[in-house]
Structure formats: C-alpha cells, structure tokens
C-alpha cells in the first residue's frame, strides 16, 4: 500500500474520533498533531507556536501511522465531573458535557 491510501485511510479513522483541529495530515498546523514526511521517512510530533514538539522520526508510514494515533490519544484529556464530562485538548475545552 502506498503513502497516499495510508494517510487517507488515517485522516478517514482519526476524524471519526478527533475534532478537525486536533490533527493535521502532511504539514504544519498550530496546536495539532501533525505527521508529514520528509528527508529520510516520517515525523509525528506537536505543532505549537510555530515550532515541532516531541517529534518523532519514523522509517514507514505505517509506523508513523501508529506513533500518530498515540499522540493523539495521548493529548485527549478527559475530566469527569459528577454527572457531565469535559474534555480537553492540550489544556483546552474542546467538549464540555
């Protein structure tokens, strides 16, 4: 399978679960997780303030792939509070129940 199917299949699972904000698939974006390739694979890491967090240097897409969804569910925060539930994203509201 190539890169192409491999990023499509992931954006098609992780937008089911994730706010479009929370991720972006083949570049930059600020306060998201963020995969793209370059020079020799793939790096995952945290878009914050113009620069690349905790990155992750990955040889396959499908690595990659997997480092990427434990970003994401790592970063997820969940806080429950008597009956209703607030979730944060790195520190903020994304849902409040």
Wanted: with cysteine; aromatic share 14%; hydrophobic share 35%.
């Amino acid at each position: 399978m190539d890169s192409e199917k491999y990023l499509a299949a992931l954006d098609k699972v992780v937008k089911k679960r994730f706010p479009c904000t929370a991720y972006h698939i083949g570049g930059y974006q600020e306060a998201a997780v963020c995969i793209q390739s370059d020079d020799v694979g793939w790096m995952v890491y945290n878009g914050e303030r113009g620069n690349r967090y905790d990155k992750i240097e990955c040889d396959t897409i499908l690595k990659a792939c997997l480092e990427f969804i434990r970003k994401l569910t790592h970063n997820i925060q969940e806080y429950f509070h008597g009956g209703r539930i607030d979730i944060y994203y790195n520190r903020r509201y994304i849902i409040r129940g």
